[in-house]
């Protein structure tokens, strides 16, 4: 059988014999998407290593922000979307969404083949493989894939980017302008990266002139 050469999209039908324009014929075409589920509070450089990553390995990559009521965020679900959907809109095969309930179920829902989770380090793994051997047991056709970030970023978290800028240090480089803004927005104002110093010095004169005025 002769099969012609074409390019395809990442939005071909799926099972149908092609030879790509590499020149390698793929056989059955199958579009394989994996999920990238996460809090994402607040995104990091991280998390976009991650998907740059894993949108050059999966046909389509699905952010999944999980919606998870018993967890106080810093920034509400529609806040992260906004950002990773502005994050992430080079992509063509990468989308943004949420969810709640079982990882495992949401992956069928949406057709997924795999769960793409990063592995920063050792001290990840751990947790990460329970949670992978879990989600097996729940649904063992369901891959996890791991992928390790740049090691710029292996001890990057959202956690203490939260914490790093809640106290006033500066998360440069850390995230992405667009989040370093929105953490500020998000701040009290008197916790602002680099006038916390300055408001903590005026908030300590004025506690120390308001007791002199008492004395
Ligand atoms: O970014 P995080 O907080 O490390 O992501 C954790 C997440 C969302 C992947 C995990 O908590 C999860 O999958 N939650 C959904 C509920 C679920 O499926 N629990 C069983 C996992 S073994």
Known sequence: MVLRSVCLPHSCPTRINVRRCTGF??????????????????????????????????D????????????????????????LEALTSQ?????????????????????????????RALSDYEYELQMALMNRKLR???????????????YLSSRLVREV??????VKGLVPELVEQNLRGKLDPA?????????????????KSRARKKA
Request: proline fraction near 6%; charged fraction near 25%.
């Open 25 to 58: 014929s793929r056989g059955p075409l199958h579009k394989t998407t994996a999920i990238y589920p996460g809090s994402f509070d607040p995104p990091t450089n991280g998390h976009l290593d991650l998907i740059e990553r894993g949108s050059k390995i999966f």
């Open 60 to 83: 389509e990559l699905i952010v999944a922000i999980l919606r998870n009521p018993d967890k106080d965020p810093l920034f509400n679900v529609s806040e992260r979307v906004a950002m």
């Open 91 to 119: 992509y063509g095969n990468v989308r943004v969404d949420t969810f709640d309930g079982l990882t495992v179920d949401y992956a069928d829902r949406v057709g997924a083949s795999s769960v793409l989770r990063g592995i």
């Open 140 to 154: 063992p056709e369901l891959e996890t894939v791991f992928m390790m970030p740049a090691e710029k970023y292996s």
């Open 165 to 170: 800028a809640k106290l006033g240090g500066s």
């Open 191 to 207: 916790f602002k990266f680099g006038e916390f110093r300055a408001a903590q010095e005026t908030r300590s004169e004025s506690r």
